[in-house]
């Protein structure tokens, strides 16, 4: 047993990188250092699908607010192209 190596913990998965910003970010720094080396390391692999995520979440949230608030400027133009209407009666 003298010989073996220690064994590594097993790597943190997406889930764990998504329910731990402060987490991926030492991992996202660290895979950042060396990109030839990281490039195939599972937590590293986690750690890029899991920032991945989140960009596509954050752009989601942009499209629904640019939608919503789009939605609101047509209802107010509507609501004023027929108070104008009612006016010219």
Known sequence: MAGCAP???????????LDNPMLLEAAMVRCQQNRSESRYDPECI????AVSRIQAREEEDRRVELEERSAR???????????LSLIHI
């Not at 064994?7 to 889930?15: F, G, H, I, L, Q």
């Not at 986690?46 to 699908?49: C, L, S, T, V």
């Open 46 to 49: 986690n750690a890029r699908e």
């Open 7 to 17: 064994e590594e913990p097993p790597a943190r998965t997406t889930t764990e990188f």
């Open 73 to 83: 400027k047509r209802a107010a133009l509507r609501r004023t192209q027929q108070a």
